[in-house]
C-alpha cells in the first residue's frame, strides 16, 4: 500500500460528533442495552437503525407502539449523566485548533446539553456553531441540519466540507450540496463510498488544515490499496 496526499479547498468545515471526534460506542451500546432490555427489544436490530439519526427516530423505527417522544426524553436524560466511556478520537483535538471559531461547526444528532456533556468530557472545545437534534425538524439524513450548519456560519454549501463516519450523515450532507470526506471508523469504505462519500480515510489523523488566502485547505493522506477502492478525488 501507497500513501498519496490530495488538497481540498473550503471555507467552513462541518464535523459529525460521535464517531467522527468522540468514541462513545461503549456509553451509546451500554444505553441502547438497558433500554432494549426495558422493552424486551431486540439490541442488534436497535443499533443497526441508530447510528447516525436521532434517538427519537430510532424509537420510532424499533418501536412504534411506544410514545417515542417520552422515550427519548428519559433516555437522553439519562445519558446526559453519564459520560464513562467517552473519549476523543486521536486527531479531532489537533484538527479543531487548526480552524477558528468562525470556520467549523459540529452537526450531530445528540441533544445540545448531552453533545457539550460529552464534549466536556473529552477536553474538547465547545463550537460557537453547533447544531443538534433539538435544532431541525428533520434529521439525517434529510439535508437540514448541514444546512443550518452553513447557514449559521454564514459560508455557501457548495464551499463546506463535511466529516462523518455514518451512512445517514453522508446522505444528509450530499443532499445538502456539500462534499463529503468520510472515516472508516464504524463501516467500511465500500459501504461509505455507496452511501455517497467523496473520500473515505481511515482515521482523523489523517486529514490535516492549513490556512489559505479566502479559506482552508485540507491535505488528505490516503493510503491507496492496488484494489482502487480508495477513490481520491
Known amino acids: ?3 498519496t496526499i490530495n488538497q481540498l479547498e473550503c471555507d467552513a468545515v462541518l464535523f459529525d460528533l460521535d464517531g467522527v471526534l468522540i468514541d462513545s460506542t461503549s ?3 451500554r444505553h441502547w442495552k438497558a433500554w432494549a432490555d426495558q422493552h424486551s427489544l431486540d439490541l442488534d436490530k436497535i443499533m443497526q437503525a ?6 427519537i427516530e430510532t424509537m420510532q423505527l424499533v418501536a412504534p407502539h411506544l410514545d417515542a417522544e417520552k422515550e427519548a426524553e428519559q433516555f437522553t436524560a439519562r445519558e446526559i449523566l453519564d459520560t464513562a466511556g467517552v473519549v476523543a478520537i486521536e486527531g479531532a483535538c489537533q484538527i479543531l485548533q487548526a480552524l477558528p471559531q468562525n470556520a467549523w461547526a459540529i452537526v450531530t444528532s445528540a441533544s445540545s ?14 463550537p460557537k456553531i453547533l447544531v443538534t437534534a433539538d435544532d431541525v425538524k428533520q434529521g439525517k439524513p434529510a439535508p437540514e441540519p448541514y444546512l443550518i450548519g452553513a447557514e ?6 457548495d464551499r463546506c466540507i463535511v466529516i462523518e463516519d455514518a451512512p445517514a450523515g453522508i446522505k444528509a450532507g450530499k443532499k445538502a450540496g456539500m462534499r463529503v470526506i ?8 465500500k459501504e461509505l463510498y455507496e452511501q455517497g462519500a467523496d473520500i473515505v480515510v481511515d482515521q482523523l489523523a ?3 488544515i492549513k490556512e489559505t488566502v479566502g479559506g ?5 493522506q490516503i493510503k491507496q490499496n492496488p484494489s482502487g477502492s480508495n477513490r481520491p478525488i
Do not use: D, F, P, W
Open 113 to 126: 446539553e448531552l453533545a457539550k456533556a460529552r464534549l466536556l468530557q473529552t477536553n474538547l472545545t465547545v
Open 27 to 29: 456509553c451509546i451500546v
Open 182 to 189: 468520510a472515516t472508516s471508523a464504524t463501516h467500511t469504505q
Open 1 to 3: 500500500m501507497t500513501q
Open 152 to 157: 449559521r456560519l454564514g459560508i455557501a454549501a
Open 216 to 220: 482552508y485547505r485540507l491535505a488528505i
Open 50 to 55: 441508530a447510528h447516525g439519526i436521532r434517538t
Open 206 to 208: 489523517n486529514l490535516h
